[in-house]
T-cell receptor, first 118, second 111 residues
Framework: NAGVTQTPKFQVLKTGQSMTLQCAQD?????MSWYRQDPGMGLRLIHY???????DQGEVPNGYNVSRSTTEDFPLRLLSAAPSQTSVYFC?????????????????FGAGSRLTVL | KQEVTQIPAALSVPEGENLVLNCSFT??????LQWFRQDPGKGLTSLLL?????REQTSGRLNASLDKSSGRSTLYIAASQPGDSATYLC??????????FGSGTRLLVRP
């Protein structure tokens, strides 16, 4: 059981380049989300999805696009990278409905993708 | 807008000490609250989840409490060990299903 898989783990881009961070989960979770983590600022929500074909914006969506064509995958696209997007990105998923402790509603995170934009 | 604050930002304690980490949030209309652990260079691991109707949850040496009316949660770690050294983050899930994180408390347990 792989859980949440993110690729790549590390990436260096030049300003203006585009790229896609991949996220896949094998737990049949309806809810998937992308966060960025910056020093001293905790995690901030970029985009999220409550099911295939449904996406919505989080706190810091500008400069990022997402799509959810399948339950398993939730890629994050940077169309024109900027130095301000240098960060560690985390994908997370959970079942959508309320669950008991340790059960369905617990958020499962990927290991993260470290992105540097020069 | 929901804001989550964690105090202190960093904490250093000797091994064996009992300790309390604090989390406060500005809007009491939350769905649930989670405590996570993050080791350096790694993702987050969920430790405890408290539903809005619950007052506390326990897992081993960890106990988390929730007081919605005052906008506070505490994570109590009993008999701390060097292996507990990590960053601890709390997060609240608001009514729109968004998870809002605090900036974390970096814990060092000294042998």
């Amino acid at each position: 059981n792989a859980g949440v898989t993110q690729t790549p783990k590390f990436q260096v881009l030049k300003t203006g380049q585009s790229m896609t961070l991949q996220c896949a989960q094998d737990m049949n979770h309806e809810y998937m989300s992308w966060y960025r983590q910056d020093p001293g600022m905790g995690l901030r929500l970029i985009h999220y999805s409550v099911g295939a074909g449904i996406t919505d914006q989080g706190e810091v969506p500008n400069g990022y696009n997402v799509s959810r064509s399948t339950t398993e995958d939730f890629p994050l696209r940077l169309l024109s990278a900027a130095p301000s997007q240098t960060s560690v990105y985390f994908c997370a998923s959970s079942r959508r409905r309320t669950g008991i402790q340790g059960g369905a509603n617990v958020l499962t995170f990927g290991a993260g993708s470290r992105l540097t934009v020069l | 807008k929901q804001e989550v604050t964690q105090i202190p930002a960093a904490l250093s304690v000797p091994e064996g000490e009992n300790l309390v980490l604090n989390c406060s949030f500005t809007d009491s209309a939350i769905y649930n609250l989670q405590w996570f652990r993050q080791d350096p260079g790694k993702g987050l691991t969920s430790l405890l989840l408290i539903q809005s109707s619950q007052r506390e949850q326990t897992s081993g040496r960890l106990n988390a409490s929730l007081d919605k009316s005052s906008g506070r949660s505490t994570l109590y770690i009993a008999a701390s060990q060097p292996g507990d050294s990590a960053t601890y983050l709390c997060a609240v899930k608001d009514s729109s299903y968004k998870l809002i994180f605090g900036s974390g408390t970096r814990l060092l347990v000294r042998p």
